[in-house]
């Protein structure tokens, strides 16, 4: 289980006398309501404003790690979802370096600072597709890497940084900022907790999976680009965050939802903002997605307050963080009552008769991977009809099969220690399992 602020409990596996020591670990997805959007130091990956994310849940997203040292491996060696990758990506070196420099800080005859790694890795969720997958593989990584070189937990955000920025928010549960800093070397940026997950229990995050597959603009590439054309970065960075950060935290620590989600919508606004003003622009958002901004802004406003606060990271994925006691009536919102005789074989066969199917944005095909439209907390449609006057206050047309499926969550813990040795993804040898 995670320690109480949301960082890993430790526990080691060792096979013999230091011959091997092999560690498992899960860690989960972040998805940042005040948005970290370019780096003024690339080495470093040091940002250029404050951001601040919730936690997922890891019932429903995580990365799961497994790393294992030897002296009998002759070399480091990564595998990724089933694939070997290559070794020698600059930002997982970074990783392998400052644990080691740590582990040699604290013992200069550590044998396991010489030792070479093996690393065999795998998301429950789509990699590179606006989902944080960077930043819950990151920290997982080095949430493993730790316990096997016994690294103190108080120094994983900054190690989980130089892998890749936003990960460093993935080391801890619940609400937590990423400092700025002020330092060149970086050691006063770093995460923290804002709030245990468990401080606001009627917040809820619907994710849309619009796209699973790999953007065409990666973050890196696109903050790179950002900071070097777009004259509303710097703006942004230096005069619209700080207070941000400053009203959000507050609205997250005294649960007013309204002020969270007035915030929230605005920061994915003005990110996108500027990837549109970046040069050649930046387009993570496609029509979906302008689709669903525009029937939750219709939804919201006939509410007269937020009650589905929608935020997009850098791909067409929509998030929408919103109360437990409104979960059901947003599900209905793209969801209502039709008569459905004879049109979805597959929907038939579940209920006879009526049926609730996604109104504005309507599957008529089961998801490719057999998992079903909806997962998580919620999987299965909503139970209450969407009023008229919302059906009026709305009124689009639909889009059939533009959402590939909805994944309900909730805020959750950093990573956590896989204790079962079976669960380890690498064999007896540091081979994959699979």
């Known amino acids: 289980m995670a320690a109480d602020d949301g960082r890993p409990t430790k526990r080691l596996r060792q096979d013999g006398p230091v011959k091997m020591l092999m560690a498992t670990c899960t860690a989960p997805v972040n998805i940042a309501v005040i948005k970290y959007w370019g780096k003024r130091d690339e080495q470093l990956l040091l940002p250029i404003n404050s951001s601040l994310s919730a936690t997922l849940h890891q019932d429903q997203l995580h990365a799961k790690t497994t790393v294992a040292i030897s002296e009998d491996f002759s070399e480091d060696r990564i595998w990724l979802n089933g694939t070997e990758e290559d070794i020698g990506n600059k930002r997982l070196q970074n990783c392998f370096r400052e644990i080691r420099v740590r582990a040699q800080s604290k013992n200069p005859d550590d044998p396991r600072v010489s030792m ?5 890795s795998e998301n429950n969720f789509p990699t590179a597709a606006g989902l944080a997958s960077s930043a819950a593989g990151y920290a997982c990584l080095v949430a493993a890497l730790a316990e096997v070189f016994g690294v103190a937990d108080t120094e994983l955000s900054s190690i989980a940084r130089v892998g890749s920025g936003s990960a460093c928010r993935s080391i801890y549960g619940g609400w937590v900022r990423w400092t700025l800093g002020e330092r060149d070397d970086g050691v006063d940026s770093i995460a923290s907790q804002v709030a245990p997950a468990d401080h606001w229990p009627e917040m809820q995050i619907l994710v849309f999976v619009v796209n699973a597959g790999k953007k065409s603009v990666s973050s890196s590439s696109g903050m ?4 070097k054309t777009s004259a509303l970065i710097d703006h ?7 207070q941000r950060m400053k009203d959000i935290e ?3 620590l ?3 939802f309204d002020a969270f989600g007035r915030i929230t919508i605005q920061d994915s606004n003005q990110f996108h ?3 549109l003003d970046t040069y050649p622009p930046i387009f993570y958002m496609n029509d979906v997605s302008k689709s669903i901004v525009g029937v939750l802004s219709r939804y919201n406003a006939h509410a007269g307050k937020v009650k589905a606060a929608y935020t997009f990271d850098a791909g067409p994925n929509c998030v929408v963080y919103c109360l437990k006691s409104d979960v059901d009536e947003i599900l209905s919102l793209v969801h209502t009552y039709v008569v459905i005789l004879g049109v979805v074989p597959w929907i038939a066969s579940r209920i006879f008769c009526a049926i609730r199917v996604h109104r504005y944005f309507p599957p008529t095909t089961e998801p490719e991977d057999g998992k079903g439209y909806y997962r998580g907390i919620t999987s299965a449609p909503p139970a209450t009809p969407l009023p008229e006057s919302i059906k009026t206050a709305v009124a689009v047309e639909p889009q059939p099969n533009s959402i590939r499926y909805v994944l309900h969550t909730e805020p959750g813990p950093g990573p956590i220690a896989v204790k079962d040795p079976a669960a380890s993804l690498l064999d007896e040898s540091g081979l994959p399992k699979h």
């Open 224 to 227: 790179q680009t950002s900071v």
């Open 236 to 242: 942004r960075a230096k005069v619209v965050v700080p």
């Open 273 to 275: 903002a500027v990837c």
């Open 116 to 120: 070479k790694i093996r690393v065999c």
């Open 250 to 252: 507050a609205a997250i």
């Open 254 to 256: 005294a649960k007013d």
